[in-house]
């Protein structure tokens, strides 16, 4: 593959060699458009001096755009706008921050196969997305740290691992929900609410993808990789649901630790400078997570999104490791039971009192 066939014909002179080399490298190409009077970044090489943007794309600027800004639908003029079906539930800046690492020590058999089986899939995607421990790393107190002289996990490299995670972040609660809605329809019985959470969560983890391709769209070779991805861990998922659902949520949950790990590791790189573009006071984050997050003004930079969605997963880790604390023919769902005892602390829908390894049956049941 050529540098010509690989770069849009808008590349201009001040892109190096090494850039349309790695953008060559991951099948994309890089287009540049220019930007409206207000100063933004919103793309991973945008010029320091905000004049021209650029993307990693193999779709043409026309068909980007459209694509890009989500237009009003030509043919239902009487539709102002499609709101979410599932609005998110409104989050404190404190309760955010104080979202913690943590990790739930695999006690039974089916705990230390979902533990295996999520290493493999976390080798995997450090293997697909280049990521590696060595460039930095993030302990239980949270505290970044990163050896001098070990190469830089920058702001596109990030956004590759982003898309890749959450383009397969939404199928486990997917197949959880439809198997669950199937399984109801047989037997003639109600689900206990388990449903309606699960379909939540895919959902949830749909729009954190489509926030992050606002900002950079993979190019070809990225969404054949994204493409086999999700076909190996749907039927995957599939399977395993129909044999033991009870692994199935602690895998997920498992999952849900390495996610909650990455997104804080991400925030303290902005909060040390290392990922210069997204510390950016200028940087402008999309409508789309504004809409969706109810984000206040004053509090849209890059950082303050990244603590929304290290808030989202940290709620996915907390539900499924408890779902799999339950039975689960019989248990109701302890995120949407009303409880004897207000008073005293329970599961909800929001991160009033989260627990990062879930909570235990007796606890809620």
Known sequence: ???????????????????????????LRLTHKPLSSAPRVSCLLARRDLGERRQFSTT???????????????????????????????????????????????????????????????????????????????????????????????????LIRIVFLESIAGVPGMVGGMLRHLHSLRRLKRDNGWIETLLE????????????????????????????AQGVFFNGMFLSYLISPRTCHRFVGYLEE?????????????????????????????????????????????RDLMLYVRADEAKHREVNHTLGNLEQDADPNPFISKYKDPAKPHPGKGIDHIKPTGWEREDVI
């Open 60 to 158: 043409r600027p026309t068909q980007l755009k459209a694509k890009q800004w989500f237009p009003p639908p030509e043919h239902a003029p009487k539709i102002e706008y499609a709101g979410p079906a599932w609005p998110h539930p409104v989050y404190t800046e404190e309760q955010m921050k104080n979202i913690k690492i943590a990790h739930r020590d695999a006690k039974t058999w089916q705990d230390k196969w979902a533990l295996g089986f999520m290493r493999i899939a976390r080798w995997g995607m450090d293997l697909v997305t280049g990521y590696s421990e060595k460039t930095g790393r993030v302990d239980e107190n949270g505290v970044y740290s990163r050896p001098k002289g070990w190469r830089v996990m920058d702001e596109r490299k990030w």
């Open 201 to 228: 969560e895919a959902y949830n983890e749909r729009m954190h993808l489509l926030t992050f391709l606002k900002l950079a769209e993979p190019g070809w070779f990225m969404k054949v990789i994204i493409l086999g």
């Open 258 to 302: 390495e996610a909650v790990y990455t997104y804080s590791r991400i925030i303290k790189e902005i909060e040390s400078g290392s990922l210069p573009k997204w510390a950016d006071p200028k940087f402008q984050i999309p409508d789309i997570a504004v809409n969706y997050w109810k984000i206040p003004e004053g509090k849209r930079t890059m």
């Open 1 to 27: 593959m050529t540098v010509a066939t690989t770069t849009s014909v808008a590349l201009t002179s001040r892109v190096t060699s090494a850039k349309v080399a790695q953008a060559a490298a991951l099948g």
